[in-house]
């Protein structure tokens, strides 16, 4: 019988990344946490993954920094045209700095992903 870990799989997630991306997650952990306060987070695929009616968005290590993703990214108004694909991945916004990080935008962005999940 498998016993329930009593961290959350996230914050070990977090824990592993450089001091660096550190600060930039927990930014966007924040931002999604404060945009929507029903997503259920969990690590699947190697990133941080949230969950309402199916996959809503996630971010994950990358080489320069931290991505921003959304599973249905495609199907996003993205007026600011920061979200960018390529050779198939999901449409996500590259995170290098802290400058790069938009509360009110993103914000907006992890509502409708929800909003699509829902409907």
């Known amino acids: 019988m498998r016993s329930k870990t009593s961290t959350n799989q996230v914050d070990e997630y977090l824990e592993n990344l450089t001091p660096e991306k550190q600060l ?6 924040r931002i999604i946490h404060a945009s929507v306060a029903h997503l259920e987070e969990s690590v699947r695929w190697d990133c941080a993954c949230y969950f309402f009616y199916g996959p809503v968005c996630y971010f994950v290590s ?4 931290i991505h921003f993703g959304f599973f249905r990214g495609k199907e996003l108004s993205d007026p600011n045209r920061r ?19 938009d509360e009110n935008y993103f914000g907006e962005l992890v509502r409708e992903a929800v909003l699509l999940n829902q409907n």
């Open 83 to 101: 979200l960018v694909s390529r050779n198939g991945q999901n449409p996500h916004i590259k995170i290098r700095s802290i400058e790069d990080i």
């Open 24 to 29: 930039l997650a927990h930014e966007i952990r």
């Open 62 to 65: 990358s080489r320069s920094g």
